[in-house]
């Protein structure tokens, strides 16, 4: 499969508007969220080439494609709902690579249990996919990593 075919396919699974431009900073494919938010411009952007970058991808053959959400998608991304503990170790081996056969085996669920849960930790984070669920996770970890506005002190 081509890298382009890869990104498109990524993308798809991705909810907030996004595209894969290439080191030039052609568009060369993009979300049906991103195609509804350039055609209707929907909340006035810039043109998506000039989103910020979300990630980079070298090819083996030395292609560089640059991965671009919507600026305004960092800024109204809900908090993550808290899990229970259960669901918080499914969700941490989901993030470090696991398949669901190694999860189930590694804490001693069945197979079908760990399907299950991995479904409901895609419906409370609002995610489609394992690489949506990694997103989700780096984008509360720089969430909580931000450092709080000081309050100003109370002079007397």
Avoid at 17 to 46: F, I
Avoid at 56 to 78: I, K, L, M, N
Avoid at 82 to 108: E, F, M, N, Y
Wanted: hydrophobic fraction near 40%; glycine fraction near 6%; include cysteine.
């Amino acid at each position: 499969m081509d890298p382009v075919s890869l990104l498109a396919e990524l993308l798809q699974g991705y909810r907030h508007p996004a595209v894969a431009t290439d080191e030039h900073g052609a568009v060369v494919c993009m979300n049906t969220a991103a195609v509804d938010e350039v055609n209707h411009q929907l909340r006035e952007t810039a043109d998506a080439k000039d989103w910020p970058p979300l990630a980079t991808f070298r090819t083996s053959d030395g292609q560089t494609f640059v991965f671009r959400r919507a600026a305004w998608a960092f800024e109204t991304t809900p908090a993550a709902p808290a899990l229970p503990p259960r669901l918080a170790k499914i969700a941490s081996l989901v993030i470090d690579g696991l398949t669901d056969k190694q999860i189930s085996q590694r804490v001693g669920l069945t197979f079908s249990t760990v399907r299950t849960y991995v479904r409901q930790l895609y419906r409370r984070t609002g995610v489609h996919s394992r690489v949506g669920l990694v997103h989700a996770s780096r984008a509360e970890s720089t969430r909580e990593a931000r450092p709080t506005p000081a309050s100003p002190s109370s002079q007397g």
